[in-house]
């Protein structure tokens, strides 16, 4: 075990991640095809009720412990580390039992709120309570979990954290497709007990996560600057707990109405096409490709986001306490960057390809390559407003995370429904509303956002727009070659093996294109560094 720098820190979660979302993509190809498009949905409302209890136990408190043991470490108050990690732990027992007893008791309340009256075409009340049942009990382990890699990453060990999510990863998706092929191809079960199974296998990948985090902490001890027995740090567990309060309470509110908007969301969608006079099977499809389907395609993009946001906080609140606004001005521009450089050719590739990696996935799809067309530039705009978010965090901004964010959501909700509509008076895709509307609240919510660092905090960002001004040359070379490739590789006759040749040719050389122009026009220098750049070109054989 070793503490990780910024970039290196960044780049080795963001790989972790981009396994762990590779294979969170991949295997809903054969996983979709056990359990079929209302199986998929079932899917869907399990994981948008499960998102919306876990994310108050994963985003706040875990979140709070990295930062505080962060400053706790820098000031060397290794005593005081310790008891907060401990303290976390409590609230956590608390918090995580009344989490799954609510999930539990109030999933038939829950199951309406997605499906309510709608035709009998789809799935059953009681499909959907089962699945949501079924997901809560992994609230009995995955928020300790959340709080032990709060730990590793307030002191700044990465790799063991970032390990354990890859391992928490391939544990899940074995269990996904093992049982629910045994459930529903073997034993002849009901589709809703198949997908009831697969979202039990979240608690099964937590608990073997959570079991190798122990081991490794166990067997290093040495190495988490440990307290001298003698040590007692002149701060009380009240003080730590008013502290863990105060940083977590911000983010579980932002996070919460998020994701109840999400949920709602959904919901909105669903009844939205019921108005505009689609079925309720058909409405329950485009649903659940917007929430989870043509999602997870999109989460590959997510990887480097992921990988930033673990990493921002210890190292931005470790500089926040030192007063080294230069450096958090540095890293943010970094990490805005690496989101940018990195994540927007992969959503664009994606767009451009968007029938062919759809049906790579899924098979073929009325809705599915049409969603997927629009959908990663309002993942891409997400992810950069969670990096902003994080860096908030980090400064103890909460009052514009507030304000930002809730600005967007309202936006949001007030344009869903009427863009939909609208859409569909001017002969466009009515659901395309919907994701205008999601693109339209992030964007405020970012304006409010940089414009407050910048005053607050005496942000500069001419460094970032130099870098969006270099992008923009290598994005249009790949974009006019995969165009030009996609129009004369694409067959006449679409099969997974076709299209999977014409995304690997379109992938690889407009990757090639994009790189080889962003290297030679300094881009990936001004967006990762030089260091960093020639030490992998060396590692590859491109550079001595």
């Avoid at 608390?94 to 999930?103: A, G, I, N, Y």
């Avoid at 105060?246 to 994701?259: A, G, H, K, Q, Y």
């Amino acid at each position: 075990m070793k503490k990780n720098s910024f970039i290196e820190g960044t780049i080795f979660a963001s790989l972790s991640f981009l396994i762990i979302k590779f294979l969170g993509a991949i295997y809903v190809i054969p996983f979709y095809a056990i359990v079929g498009e209302l199986g998929g949905a079932l899917y869907s409302y399990a994981y948008t009720v499960y998102s919306l209890i876990i994310n108050i136990c994963t985003i706040g408190i875990p979140h709070a412990i990295s930062k505080i043991i962060s400053e706790y470490n820098t000031l060397e108050m290794y005593e005081a580390k310790e008891r907060t990690f401990k303290i976390g732990n409590k609230i956590m027992v608390v918090l995580s039992t009344l989490l799954f007893l609510l999930m539990f008791i109030f999933a038939k309340q829950a199951a309406y709120i997605f499906i309510g009256d709608i035709d009998s075409t789809g799935n059953s009340i009681e499909d959907v309570v089962l699945v949501i049942r079924s997901i809560s009990f992994c609230l009995l382990v995955v928020p300790y979990l959340a709080v032990k890699r709060g730990y590793l990453q307030g002191q700044k060990f990465i790799t063991v954290s970032t390990t354990g999510e890859v391992i928490e990863q391939v544990v899940r998706v074995a269990f996904i497709l093992v049982g629910s092929y045994l459930a529903i191809n073997v034993f002849h079960a009901k589709t809703s007990i198949g997908v009831s199974i697969a979202v039990f296998g979240a608690f099964i990948a937590g608990l073997a996560a959570y079991i190798y985090l122990e081991v490794k902490i166990r067997k290093n001890k040495k190495e988490f600057n440990m307290p001298s027995k003698n040590q007692k740090d002149k701060v009380s567990d009240k003080a730590i707990l008013k502290k863990i309060v105060s940083f977590s309470i911000p983010l579980m509110i932002v996070s919460v109405t998020t994701d109840l908007y999400n949920m709602t969301d959904l919901s909105l969608i669903i009844r939205g096409l019921g108005y505009l006079g689609y079925s309720g099977k058909v409405a329950e499809t485009i649903g659940s490709v917007m929430a989870t389907w043509a999602t997870k395609i999109c989460l590959i993009v997510n990887a480097i986001t992921f990988g930033l946001t673990i990493n921002i906080i210890p190292h931005m609140s470790s500089n926040y306490v030192k007063k080294d606004y230069k450096a958090i001005n540095n890293q943010f521009i970094k990490s805005i960057a690496m989101v940018i450089v990195i994540g927007l050719p992969m959503s664009i590739g994606i767009s451009l390809l968007a029938n062919e990696v759809y049906y790579i996935f899924y098979g073929a799809s009325e809705y599915g390559g049409i969603i997927l067309r629009l959908l990663p530039y309002s993942i891409i705009l997400g992810n950069i407003n969670m990096v902003v978010n994080t860096t908030l965090q980090s400064l103890d901004k909460f009052k514009t995370i507030y304000i930002s964010t809730f600005t967007g959501l309202i936006t949001n909700a007030l344009l869903d429904i009427p863009l939909m509509i609208l859409c569909d008076k001017i002969g466009i895709y009515p659901y395309y509303g919907a994701i205008i509307s999601t693109m339209i609240g992030t964007s405020l919510s970012l304006t409010i956002s940089l414009r407050k660092l910048k005053k607050d905090m005496n942000f500069e960002y001419k460094e970032l727009l130099n870098i969006m001004k270099k992008a923009i040359l290598p994005l249009v070379s790949m974009i006019i070659v995969v165009l030009i490739l996609e129009h004369f590789i694409s067959p006449l006759f679409t099969t997974r093996i076709t299209s999977i040749i014409t995304c690997l040719i379109c992938a690889v050389v407009g990757a090639i294109i994009y790189g080889v122009i962003s290297y030679k026009n300094n881009l990936l220098y001004s967006s990762l560094g030089e260091e960093y750049v020639d030490q992998i070109l060396r590692k590859i054989k491109l550079k001595k």
